[in-house]
Structures are given as structure tokens and as C-alpha cells.
T-cell receptor, first 118, second 117 residues
């Protein structure tokens, strides 16, 4: 069974500083996908970044980058130049692909609450 | 705006009642997923439909059912509601059923907040 672990219930970061949110995963699959989502206090889930297990380079999307270390089974999210609007819950997630049936199921971690301090 | 719409935004009802939550996927997306987010259980996958057919089931109770219609919108039906069903229910959509070679990102709707009194 897949498992996603986010060990930081809450994090504080100074505005304009960088912050790393930790995520480790456990899977026996060779092919999988890792995602990060942001959930502000308004409740919506916003897709941030994706990393495929066969991608050799770390994914980047603007101020977001994913530090993917396959051997250590970690997929940490790095937010550079934090902004006040980055204050939110952040969820790490893994996609499980059942190729023969063609379905995908996504397992989420429990989240990390990030607060950006002015 | 993800392009996924959900109605209603808020729903307040009583125990024992039945409600229907509606979701319209992003234009062109064939897969719809339903999730439940509660304080004690976190974000739990309920069920996936692809082009009208059920594809995967997660932690969905027997009192809950879903369907996807020919126009690809989906409904989640919750019956015999209990206090513990109070949660935020998300619908997400993706372009395919899932595949190794695609990112096939799931884009989430704004959610329906259900309160059972």
C-alpha cells in the first residue's frame, strides 16, 4: 500500500525567504507520480507541481521546485521568495497507476500548515 | 480557477436525510474523482469515473453512491446522513483515466461543504 508522510504539522517562514516542506513516500511501484497541492483558508485545492518517477530533472514551476531524491523516497517542496499569499496548507500526494485497468488513485499526506510572517 | 465547478457551495441538512452534490469537470476531461476531507480523516479518495464508467473505488461508504452522466458531469449521492458525514467534498477531474506516460494531473473544484446537524 502507498503511504505519504509529512512530518511537519506547521512551519513559519519570513517573507522573502525560502522554505522547504518535507514529504517522504513509500511505494513498491516503479512508476508513480508525485504532486503538491496548496489549500488556502478559502478551502480550494490548487495544483502546484508534478514530478514523475522517471523524470531525471527536478520539476520547477515559477517559485516552486520539487527536490526529488528517488533513492531516499523524498519529494520535498521548495518555495523561494515566500509571499504572504503563500500562507496555506500544503499537501503532498502520490498517484498510483493501475496500468491494466487504466485507473489512478491519489493518496494524500496529512499536510503542512505554512505561515508566512511579514 | 481550475475549471472544475461544484454545486452547491454549502449544504446544511439533518441526520437521516439524503443530498446530491454535483460536479462539472474541466472541458475535455473524461475522468471525475470524488474526495472527502474531514478534520479527523484528512483527504480521502472516494471514487473515480471515466467516461461514464466506474473505474476505482476508495473508502466510499455503502450509503454513498455516484454516477457520471453522458455529458460527463457527475453527482455524488449521500443518504441516511450521519453527523460524521460533515465534511468538505471535492470533485476533481483529469484528462484521461490515468497512464504511466502522462502527468494526468487532477484539478480540483472549490468543494461543497456539507454540514449535518
Amino acid at each position: 500500500a502507498q503511504k505519504i508522510t509529512q512530518t511537519q504539522p506547521g512551519m513559519f517562514v519570513q517573507e522573502k525567504e525560502a522554505v522547504t516542506l518535507d514529504c517522504t513516500y513509500d511505494t513498491s511501484d516503479q512508476s508513480y507520480g508525485l504532486f503538491w497541492y496548496k489549500q488556502p483558508s478559502s478551502g480550494e485545492m490548487i495544483f502546484l507541481i508534478y514530478q514523475g518517477s522517471y523524470d531525471e530533472q527536478n520539476a520547477t514551476e515559477g517559485r516552486y521546485s520539487l527536490n526529488f531524491q528517488k533513492a531516499r523516497k523524498s519529494a520535498n517542496l521548495v518555495i523561494s521568495a515566500s509571499q504572504l499569499g503563500d500562507s496555506a496548507m500544503y499537501f503532498c500526494a502520490m498517484r498510483d497507476v493501475e496500468w491494466s485497468w487504466g485507473y489512478q488513485k491519489v493518496t494524500f499526506g496529512i499536510g503542512t500548515k505554512l505561515q508566512v510572517i511579514p | 480557477d481550475s475549471g472544475v465547478t461544484q454545486t452547491p457551495k454549502h449544504l446544511i441538512t439533518a441526520t437521516g436525510q439524503r443530498v446530491t452534490l454535483r460536479c462539472s469537470p474541466r472541458s475535455g476531461d473524461l475522468s471525475v474523482y470524488w474526495y472527502q476531507q474531514s478534520l479527523d480523516q484528512g483527504l480521502q479518495f472516494l471514487i473515480q469515473y471515466y467516461n461514464g464508467e466506474e473505474r476505482a473505488k476508495g473508502n466510499i461508504l455503502e450509503r454513498f453512491s455516484a454516477q457520471q452522466f453522458p455529458d460527463l458531469h457527475s453527482e455524488l449521492n449521500l443518504s441516511s446522513l450521519e453527523l460524521g458525514d460533515s465534511a468538505l467534498y471535492f470533485c476533481a477531474s483529469s484528462s484521461t483515466s490515468g497512464g504511466e506516460s502522462s502527468t494526468d494531473t487532477q484539478y480540483f473544484g472549490p468543494g461543497t461543504r456539507l454540514t449535518v446537524l
